[in-house]
């Protein structure tokens, strides 16, 4: 088992900036994929970005491209979802993720994800 404990959503305007941060405790940290993923009323889930066990190669959503990174500290077992410029279509509940699954093209896709986290609110005022 994998517990996942978001945290850093908030109320910003748009142009500003939130960090996100994911707290997995259970098995090794180091064993997963880690990935955000965003739910926003009226709307299907949607991937945000992932980022490989060892934190060397991240993949992005389109939509958020140049904007968010994603990022890892092993030793804290935290994975953070860094977002800048924020827009209000980017209102949403965040959700960390977590897989054992390899790494490859389907960590876009949300069933590939044994975890969840219960979601941090994110809303971008215009």
């Known amino acids: 088992q994998v517990q996942l404990v978001e945290s850093g959503g908030g109320l910003v305007q748009a142009g500003d900036s939130l960090r996100l941060s994911c707290a997995a405790s259970?098995?090794?940290?180091?064993?997963?994929?880690m990935a955000w993923f965003r739910h926003a009323p009226g709307k299907e889930r949607e991937f945000v970005a992932a980022i490989s066990r060892t934190g060397t190669i991240t993949y992005y959503a389109d939509s958020i491209k140049g904007r968010f990174t994603i990022s890892r500290d092993n030793a804290k077992n935290t994975v953070y979802l860094q977002m800048k410029n924020l827009k209000p279509e980017d209102t949403a509940v965040y959700y960390c993720?977590?897989?054992?699954?390899?790494w490859g093209a389907g960590v876009s896709g949300a069933r590939v994800y044994d975890y969840w986290g219960q979601g941090t609110q994110v809303t971008v005022s215009s």
């Open positions: 993720a977590a897989t054992t699954a390899i």
């Open positions: 259970g098995r090794t940290f180091t064993n997963n994929v």
